[in-house]
């Protein structure tokens, strides 16, 4: 049967030994899930979320219940004092410009303690390739970077910088981006933030999340980040959100990033939720079990590649920090053959072949695949890239566990 559907029978043989492998995997997995839908459920219930707060506003906004609801729900869930959670925000780099020019003044510094930022985010900053006369560093604020050591921090060096307090920001991006280094857990983010607050009572912590939620029992804001940002095209959104991010955090810090969305002293006041307020609360309910999903999609990614003898990382058993796995393809027609394989194992445009091209925001030509309900939804299955070596797909997502399992030997297939 499964021949019928274009998938060979050596590589579904091959496909039934890595699951027989993972097996004790999944069921730690599921435990994960389980702690996390408790977390969402108890939100919903606790806040008091009723049907009246699934209708939705036009025009302002003003102070409308059900968007009010969703921000107290998410701020219980990553226990914080408060949240803004919009579909204005478009992206988790749209959220995070407008946290960093929310937080930051002119003569400011800002630090990064997990090295170079996300290509976009670099554009954003002022330090790519390039250039915008929007970004942070023309409008005099300085940037500067500690590098990890061995994909941990550099906990001496970062404890040396901030003593001299003249930091007014540290940023912590959890995931990898198109870097090679790894992601990082909860454990070492809340080790450096200890160290931080050892000689820096005031610096504000601000983690990019993006990729990490519910991927582990902890989220940053639970082992003192100050801020947290993160994207609803991704783990949050569970594939069920058509848009926007959230911004997590201490309340007057939410307060100013809010007026940076809107406008200064109106805030978090207005704001409509435009008829998105089920999928908003819908996405969030099922996150914990897509992410569940996503995870174990990307574990039997890392098992059978190896095992048809690519370097992958992470390792199928190695502690997982995001949904992001990265397979090094070492050439540039394997990365394009993987990507094009992914999208044809994909529900939309399975016939669309990709190819790389110029990206706003990149400074490298990029392939991305995704075949997806919604545009840029990379908690579907989806794999991306940039041309450049050593040619490394960057996958992630898999809304099911089974449908991301065949989009993968889609893939596999296309590359021999």
């Known amino acids: 049967m499964y021949k019928k559907f274009g998938?060979?029978?050596?590589?579904?043989?091959?496909s039934k030994q890595v699951e027989e492998e993972l097996k004790d995997i999944f069921i730690n997995i599921d435990e994960i899930c389980e702690i996390n839908s408790l977390k969402v459920l108890n939100a919903f219930q606790k806040n008091g979320l009723s049907e009246m707060h699934l209708y939705s506003s036009t025009g302002y906004g003003i102070d409308e219940p059900g968007r009010n609801k969703i921000e107290d729900i998410y701020s219980t869930i990553f226990n914080t004092e408060d949240s803004l959670v919009r579909t204005q925000l478009i992206s988790g780099t749209h959220a995070l410009a407008v946290t960093l020019s929310g937080l930051l003044r002119p003569n400011d510094t800002m630090i990064s303690i997990t090295g170079a930022p996300y290509d976009t985010l670099q554009t954003v900053i002022g330090i790519g390739k390039e250039t915008s006369k929007s970004s942070l560093k023309e409008f005099g604020i300085k940037y500067e970077q500690i590098e990890l050591v061995n994909n941990d921090f550099n906990i001496e060096k970062i404890k040396e910088r901030l003593s001299r307090n003249d930091v007014?920001?540290?940023?912590?991006?959890?995931?990898?981006?198109?870097?090679?280094?790894?992601?990082?857990t909860i454990q070492k983010i809340e080790k450096a933030i200890k160290a931080i607050r050892e000689v820096n009572k005031e610096v504000i912590i601000m983690v990019d999340n993006c990729y990490g939620e519910f991927v582990e029992e902890k989220e940053p804001t639970d082992v003192g980040a100050d801020i947290m940002v993160g994207s609803l095209m991704k783990n949050l959104g569970a594939g069920i959100a058509t848009s926007g991010a959230y911004i997590c955090g201490k309340k007057d810090l939410i307060e100013l990033c809010a007026e940076r969305l809107t406008s200064p002293g109106i805030g978090k006041e207005i704001g409509p939720s435009l008829?998105?307020?089920?999928?908003?609360?819908?996405?969030?309910?099922?996150?914990?079990?897509?992410?569940?999903?996503?995870?174990?999609?990307?574990?039997?990614?890392?098992?059978?590649?190896?095992?048809?003898?690519?370097?992958?990382?992470?390792?199928?058993?190695?502690?997982?920090?995001?949904?992001?796995?990265?397979?090094?393809?070492?050439?540039?027609e394997k990365l394009v053959k993987f990507c094009q394989g992914i999208q044809k194992g994909s529900p939309i445009d399975s016939f669309v072949v990709p190819e790389p091209s110029e990206m706003g925001g990149y400074d490298d030509k990029v392939i991305m695949a995704a075949g997806t309900f919604t545009q840029g939804s990379t908690i579907e299955l989806s794999c991306d890239g940039p041309i450049r070596e050593p040619y490394i797909a960057y996958m992630q997502g898999g809304l099911t566990y089974n449908y991301g399992k065949f989009g993968i030997l889609k893939a596999v297939q296309e590359m021999e």
């Open 7 to 14: 998938i060979s029978e050596d590589l579904l043989k091959l």
């Open 168 to 184: 007014k920001l540290v940023e912590i991006q959890r995931s990898r981006g198109y870097s090679t280094r790894k992601s990082l």
């Open 275 to 332: 008829n998105q307020n089920t999928l908003l609360l819908k996405g969030l309910f099922f996150a914990p079990s897509v992410v569940s999903a996503s995870v174990k999609t990307a574990i039997f990614a890392s098992r059978i590649l190896e095992k048809l003898g690519y370097d992958v990382d992470p390792r199928w058993n190695e502690k997982r920090a995001d949904i992001v796995q990265t397979i090094s393809l070492g050439s540039e």
